[in-house]
């Protein structure tokens, strides 16, 4: 009998998590079995054996909670996407210290409109962080400048080939007169934090493009005024251009980017050129009527149009959301950008 539990109790080293908190007094119970039967040494440890391991198997069909450790154990399994991910989404609606700037009526809906984007294509909720500027939101997941650089470097860090991170951004953007003369336009774009603090794109890229290593994929998505180039990313989409007459492969800017080179494969979808504002619109489905960000809106809508059948290529995409914003007379330009080459024919999924 103490030889037994003796095994019961270095299992439970061995395994801790296979191991309910009453394993204990499981193995005792189940250890008397054989006494009840009056059998003795080999032969009662060959009976409780089996026994114990019936008993911890049913208790591990039948509980949650050690289901869920295995899942995590095993990263991901079942519906949910193979691939390691992690996401991050920032709504920011009202940005302190700036009375000029409007609050965003969208970006907290829309937030949470891409979070319910990501769990149905698979993305794992513990792996999908949001900050928002909610009444109710902890101060650790306000989007602060502070949470927004640590959080973007969660994000990315230890990543590596096979990867795949999703960025999503929703706030007030602007443009300002660059020192750096890495920028066409001689503009540097940024980003409001909700406690008023600029974040340029320079430092978006240090902190979220620039670490990835090569293999791993991040999709970006910017909703907000003078998105373009709000992640400095080499090739872009020309201003106006029409899917058709856009070239196979995104072209490289003009201005020798020297210093936005990343391994990663990043792919950004921006509301509006970097010169233009993006609009917040009101959409009526059923008797239902809310407030969204047009390109947020539109990319959720275009994105699993019955058109494409499955996952559509880049080129169909920019296509579709641009010839929508036409029809709507929406007056920004969506622009798609990335970081290495890229073949505007290739499927885009998430
Ligand atoms: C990309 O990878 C190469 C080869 O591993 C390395 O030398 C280079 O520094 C990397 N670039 C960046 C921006 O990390
Ligand atoms: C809105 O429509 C839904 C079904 O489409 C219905 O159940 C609900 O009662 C309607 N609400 C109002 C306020 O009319």
Avoid at 22 to 31: C, E, M, N, P, R
Avoid at 86 to 115: N, Y
Wanted: proline share 5%; aromatic share 8%.
């Amino acid at each position: 009998m103490s030889m037994s539990f003796s095994l019961t109790k270095s299992l439970q080293n061995t395994f801790p998590h296979a191991f309910p908190p009453f394993a204990d007094s499981l193995s005792f119970w189940v250890l008397l079995i054989p006494q009840w039967l009056g059998l003795q040494g080999d032969m009662g440890l060959a009976l409780a054996v089996p026994v114990l391991t019936v008993l911890v198997t049913v208790y591990f069909f039948y509980s949650r909670r050690p289901r869920q450790t295995i899942w995590r154990l095993t990263k991901s399994r079942g519906p949910r996407k193979s691939a390691n991910h992690k996401a991050l989404i920032i709504g920011v609606a009202h940005v302190s210290g700036h009375r000029e700037l409007d609050d965003l009526d969208a970006a907290h809906s829309d937030a949470q409109r891409i979070f319910q984007f990501l769990l149905k294509n698979g993305w794992d909720q513990d792996r999908i962080i949001k900050l928002v500027d909610t009444r109710d939101s902890p101060s650790n997941l306000r989007p602060t400048e502070a949470n927004i650089k640590r959080s973007m470097r969660k994000l990315v860090e230890n990543a590596r080939a096979g990867d795949e991170l999703f960025l999503y951004v929703a706030t007030h953007g602007f443009q300002r007169d660059c020192k750096g003369g890495d920028e066409e336009d001689l503009k540097d774009e940024l980003i409001y934090s909700c406690d008023g603090c600029e974040i340029v794109d320079n430092t978006l890229f240090d902190i979220a493009i620039k670490p990835l290593p090569k293999g791993c994929k991040m999709t970006v998505l910017f909703d907000t005024c003078s998105a373009g180039t709000g992640m400095d990313l080499p090739y872009r989409t020309d201003r106006g251009i029409s899917e058709e007459i856009m070239p196979k492969q995104l072209p490289m800017t003009s201005v020798k980017p020297k210093m936005r080179e990343s391994n990663g494969s990043v792919v950004m979808w921006a509301s509006c050129h970097d010169g233009q504002a993006s609009l917040e619109i009101q959409v009526t489905e059923g008797n239902k009527t809310y407030k969204t960000g047009a390109f947020t809106h539109t990319f959720l809508q275009e994105f699993r149009s019955s058109e494409f059948g499955s996952d559509p290529s880049h080129r169909n995409l920019y296509g579709r959301i641009r010839n929508t914003f036409l029809e709507k007379e929406i007056p920004h330009e969506v622009q798609l950008s990335s970081s290495l080459p890229l073949n505007v024919d290739d499927r885009f999924s998430v």
